[in-house]
């Protein structure tokens, strides 16, 4: 980002925008099942590359606020961007996931209690260790409990996304 710096004033925002999708935000897409146990310092590094892609794009200066303009954008926060929803969402719902990846994920709730199973909510596992509890499998479960049930229950992958994301964004 650093070398279009003298560009930030030539280029049009739409190009601007495009630029920092396929430089930034395609390497943070890419990797954010792997940083789910980062620390707040590592997080505060990422908001602030994030933050700096909306300077570039709007030509803010340094410690001009760039909240509004990340809602103009439609982007989410890096703490919200993590895709690992998606990622579990595939896990419950696709026939030709793993059994060994299924079977680390159970729904609350038998066949004869009707309304639990309509929830789709995932019981979470005993964990001891704070290792443990920031692995892949609870911090999904944290995840997807805390969505509303409208949203779990959506038909496609495709409508999960939008509905995850427009959810996290009128937050």
Known sequence: MSSLRCLRFVLPIP?????AHSLLLSI??????????????QLNKLE??????IRFIFGLRKYD????FRQKLKWLSIR??????????????????????KEKFNFVGTASDLRSCRMLTLSMPFHKTKFYKLSFAVQAIELWNALHTNIRQAKSLDIFKNAVKAYYLAQ
């Open 28 to 41: 943070l897409d890419y990797a954010d099942a792997s940083y789910l146990n980062l620390t707040e310092d």
């Open 80 to 101: 919200r961007r993590r895709d690992v929803l998606s990622l579990l969402y595939c896990v419950l719902f696709n026939p030709k996931t793993p059994p060994y990846l």
């Open 15 to 19: 190009t601007k925008v495009m630029l």
């Open 65 to 68: 606020h760039v909240s509004e």
């Open 48 to 53: 602030r590359l994030q933050n700096l892609a």
